[in-house]
């Protein structure tokens, strides 16, 4: 859910949809299933998503993602570059 301006905001398919959707509690699994649909026809997806990786402190779904998915994506990606540098 868009909460900073980037250029490739105005393409955001979330931009109209209910915010609730994006900061649902992760019991809440039917609200994001919905807000990961949005996310999964959105154009700008790959901004999105790279953008939330980035910024640890962005919360709610982002590029199809809950907080919890970038966390273990992060840690996969640390995990791949030390093992390189090892
Ligand atoms: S990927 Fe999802 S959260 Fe990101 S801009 Fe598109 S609809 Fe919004």
Redesign the pocket.
Known sequence: ??TTEQS??P?????D?DPEL?FAKAAERAAIAS?KR??AG?P??EQ??SQALEDESLEG????TTERERTAARLRLRLTTFRRSA
């Open positions: 859910m868009l490739w905001h393409g955001a398919r979330c931009r949809a994006f807000a949005i996310c959105c700008v997806r999105c998503l779904i982002w590029g199809g």
